[in-house]
């Protein structure tokens, strides 16, 4: 808890810091954006503006959603809850910090100044790591439960997820400080700098091999599940029990779509990201490229209130007890013939 106030306060103080700069631009900073390149210009702040915008729409109406579904529940959030809730918080830090340069930047013409840039750029690569490898583990979490029947107990408010992540994620980030300046339009690694941009990509692509092999896994074990549903379905001699079915059917289209959208999520938020890094590493990076990076973090926003209202129509059409019936499947060794009269009575 200590770190999470902490934290906190470091991000009001660099969110002050960036607004007294606002009111008192740095003398060094005499290139005005604007003369050289205005479409650039204009695009950059355009495309900031509006996509701010609508990232903020997505993510405060994920927020009341979820706020009113625990209103209504009085009981703690279920990780189908916690998860775009998580995500969404993230999500604000990337749009605060964001609106922060944009507003310096469309008023002046100019990033904001060495200091309080590279003090923004940490953070900022600290929460874009936070980000990744928190969506890498639900991944893992979330494989473990089903493929390895092990149930991952995270602590009160998720924190043993949380606490590994953000120590990493922070040193990660110190280390490369020496890397962070101005970078044109925003904070960010210096173009001359080779490291960031690598290990962005690698990190890019690994995580999304992790959310590809447990999220397969995953519906590769659901549809086992399936399989050995049938069978136990064919060998059933009494009426009343051959027509007991589970709703596997539900769950494998609720898993999937789930599934699909954390992976879609991600690569609309972070896949865009690769050509603005491979600019960083044999120069400065076009317009266009920042517009790309723009757009695609705060689709993830976006993309995420779109899931959440996908995800929660489903629910509201589903059976009321397909979630706990398929927890109480999935928990069982579906592979051992012995267990399928358990599986059939789990319902």
Known sequence: MLSKYLLGITLLNLIFENLVNAENPPESSSRDLYEDDPVGFLSVVIFGFAFNFLALAGIFFVFNRIY???????????????????????????????????????????????????????????????????????????????????????????????????????????????????????????????????????????????????????????RAIKNNQLLIENRCVVARTSTLKLPIDEVEIKVTTKVLGYILVYMIQWLPDIPYDIYSLVGHAEPWAYCLVIVAVHMGSIGNAIFYVINEGMSRHGSSNSSSSYEQVTLKDTSNSKNDAKISTAV
């Open 68 to 222: 009113y579904r625990w209103t209504h529940k009085h009981k703690s959030l279920s990780m189908a809850l916690r998860v775009p809730f998580y995500l969404g918080v993230l999500d604000l830090v990337f749009v605060i910090f964001m609106t922060v340069s944009i507003v310096h930047l469309a008023i002046y013409h100019t990033p904001l100044s060495a200091k309080v840039c590279k003090s923004n750029a940490a953070i900022t690569v600290a929460f874009t790591i936070f980000h990744r490898l928190v969506i890498a583990g639900i991944s893992v979490i979330t494989y473990l439960r089903v493929c390895r029947q092990k149930v991952c107990n995270t602590g009160r408010y998720d924190w043993k997820l949380f606490l590994p992540i953000a120590i990493i994620s922070t040193t990660l980030s110190l280390l490369s400080l020496p890397t962070y300046g101005t970078n044109v339009y925003w904070c960010g690694a210096k173009p001359d700098t080779a490291t960031v941009p690598i290990f962005s990509i690698f990190m890019t692509l690994f995580v999304l091999f992790i959310c590809l092999f447990c999220y397969i896994q995953t519906i590769r074990v659901i």
